[in-house]
């Protein structure tokens, strides 16, 4: 079930890096300190494109990593 929805968190991911880094390209073309839309429009560029790498990076590793076994008192104090 996870593994299933693993996917579309990463597709989610990629789409807003992309709308993202396309935000950036039309803010940095209007002329950011001159224009408010454009300054705007930089910044939600920047956000996006933050929040599509960290969503698709952390599902990335959340499916390529192994558990993590807390309960086991060797693997705790090494």
């Known amino acids: ?13 990629a789409v807003a890096f992309v709308v993202g880094l396309t935000m ?3 803010a940095i073309r209007g002329r ?6 454009a300054t705007a429009m930089l910044i939600a560029g920047m956000m996006i494109t933050a929040f599509g ?4 990076g952390f599902a990335i590793g959340f499916a390529t990593s192994e558990p993590l076994d807390l309960n086991n008192a060797e693997a705790a104090t090494s």
């Open 24 to 26: 950036l390209v039309r």
């Open 53 to 56: 790498l960290l969503m698709a």
């Open 32 to 37: 950011p300190g001159e224009s408010p839309k």
């Open 1 to 13: 079930m996870i593994g299933d929805l693993n996917i579309i968190y990463v597709a989610i991911g």
